[in-house]
């Protein structure tokens, strides 16, 4: 049996860059590098950043700006996330600049190359939603947003607007923030954010839920932690949860507990 990549190095998605985003091109079949030049505002009422706008030139929120970055495209896009890399160093030169004290607190992995471009659960919700398989979407939707964000803090020294925390906390803040009244909608999010603890457990999958399940409508600080570490919660990831991440994790328990 013969393994099939996912074809990103199409004349579609070529005509797609040359149209957008001419300073990017494909370097290799599943790579993409080169000058990401944008234009793009935060709108404050609509909580949405829009790319190329029309009439803000004169606000604080509007932001043209460009960065050297590199892509990877996954071969499996359905199973695998893309990588994105800033190659000029700019980010972490940005997080000297205004005393941040962690690359992750700047939005890049531990291996201080790679970006994360948003919460695991989103990632998870737009392969169910086959907007994985879409470039001019990634870039749009994601890779613009996470630069407009990173060039508005190092000129401002502040957010645009609030950030997700990291790992498990950032899958909880994103479940309090998106659950509404979309049945669907909130299935789908469930389904997203299990798999998003899971990808994240990795090797403690099945204590993982099993704690999950053991308790209802809160966790108790003396309960085990539900990362699968043994210690007990208020030992381990209470410790390091923002308040609306534990709001999070007490509705989504209450509602994986309803789900089974």
Request: a positive charge; hydrophobic letters at 30%.
């Amino acid at each position: 049996m013969v393994d099939v990549k996912y074809k990103w190095n199409t004349v579609k998605n070529n005509t797609f860059l040359l149209s957008n985003y001419p300073g990017l091109s494909f370097v290799e079949t599943n790579e993409i590098e080169g000058q990401l030049q944008f234009k793009a505002y935060f709108n404050k009422e609509t909580r949405e950043i829009i790319i190329n706008p029309v009439s803000y030139a004169h606000d604080n929120y509007f932001l043209e700006d460009s960065y050297h970055i590199k892509i990877q495209l996954p071969d499996e896009p359905e199973n695998q996330p893309p990588l994105v890399y800033e190659l000029n160093n700019r980010i972490m030169k940005s997080g000297e600049k205004h005393k941040v004290s962690t690359f992750l607190d700047m939005h890049i992995y531990k291996d201080g190359r790679s970006v994360c471009l948003c919460p695991r659960t989103q990632l998870v919700e737009r392969t169910y939603n086959q907007k994985a398989l879409s470039l001019p979407l990634l870039i749009d939707e994601l890779i613009v947003p996470y630069f407009y964000q990173q060039a508005y803090f190092e000129r401002y020294g502040t957010w645009p607007f609030r950030n997700y925390s990291h790992g498990y906390s950032a899958i909880f803040e994103y479940y309090i923030r998106n659950k509404n009244d979309d049945k669907n909608h909130n299935v789908l999010l469930l389904r997203s954010s299990v798999e998003s603890i899971l990808w994240c457990a990795k090797f403690e999958r099945t204590e993982y839920l099993k704690n999950l399940l053991e308790n209802r409508k809160f966790l108790k600080p003396t309960s085990k932690c539900f990362c699968g570490s043994g210690r007990k919660y208020k030992k381990c990831h209470r410790r390091t949860f923002s308040k609306e991440a534990k709001k999070g994790l007490v509705i989504f328990v209450s509602d994986i507990k309803k789900s089974y």
